[in-house]
């Protein structure tokens, strides 16, 4: 692939292998390569742009700090990040209910601003439903991770058990459940059976 000078784009590995020597510039290609992706699987999960703003913030700071350690799927780290942002998300859920816990036994005497004008907008970018987008969060970690990294970025069994560090079977006996539980919790957005004619 060849960048606007006409040189040869790096890949992802070229890049991790410079950002391991702290090549801060080889970061910045990374980021710019894969923002636009990860935002996206954060708002997915989290639902808020800001909260999704830094879950993704976490998940490349996660990136500059175990550049040594980052695997590398298809010739790419967007697995890799997938699963970082997964895992952050949960956890940003969890703080964010915990926080919420805490401000209900604080008396208020002012209104919060509601800001659910940008978040319906940037919601419904996505065409996701609400049911759907509930469905996902209510998966655990792992499973959120190989859903989103067999079914949405489409990477083989092999490489989505590669990326989360488990073995092949266990990535495929989890995705099986995850279908399975999403297939019930979902089944009235199943398109209808159409009658064969007669």
């Known amino acids: 692939m060849r960048g606007e000078s006409g040189q040869r784009d790096a890949d992802d590995g070229e890049l991790l292998f410079r950002l391991t020597r702290g090549d801060e510039r080889a970061y910045r290609e990374l980021h ?16 808020k742009p800001w909260d999704a703003e830094d879950v993704a913030a976490t998940a490349f700071l996660e990136l500059w700090r175990k550049r ?3 695997r590398i799927t298809d010739g790419s780290i967007l697995p890799w990040l997938i699963t970082v ?6 956890n ?3 703080a964010n209910r915990r926080y919420g816990r805490l401000l209900r036994r604080i008396p ?21 439903s609400q049911e759907v987008r509930a469905a996902l969060q209510a998966l655990n970690s792992r499973d959120a991770s190989i859903l989103l990294l067999n079914v949405v970025h489409e990477l083989s069994l092999r490489d989505t058990a590669l990326a ?3 073995p092949e079977g266990t990535a495929k006996s989890r ?11 979902l089944r ?10 007669a």
């Open 188 to 197: 009235h957005h199943a398109p209808p059976v159409q009658e064969a004619d």
């Open 32 to 47: 710019d390569r894969h923002a636009l992706s990860v935002y996206r699987v954060a708002l997915v999960l989290v639902r």
């Open 164 to 166: 989360l560090g488990i």
């Open 85 to 90: 942002t997964s895992f952050t998300a949960k």
């Open 92 to 94: 940003q859920l969890r």
């Open 108 to 128: 208020h005497d002012d209104p919060t601003p509601d800001h659910a004008d940008e978040v319906a907008k940037a919601l419904d970018g996505l065409r996701i």
């Open 68 to 70: 040594k350690s980052v």
């Open 175 to 185: 995705l099986s459940r995850v279908k399975a539980r999403l297939r019930t919790s």
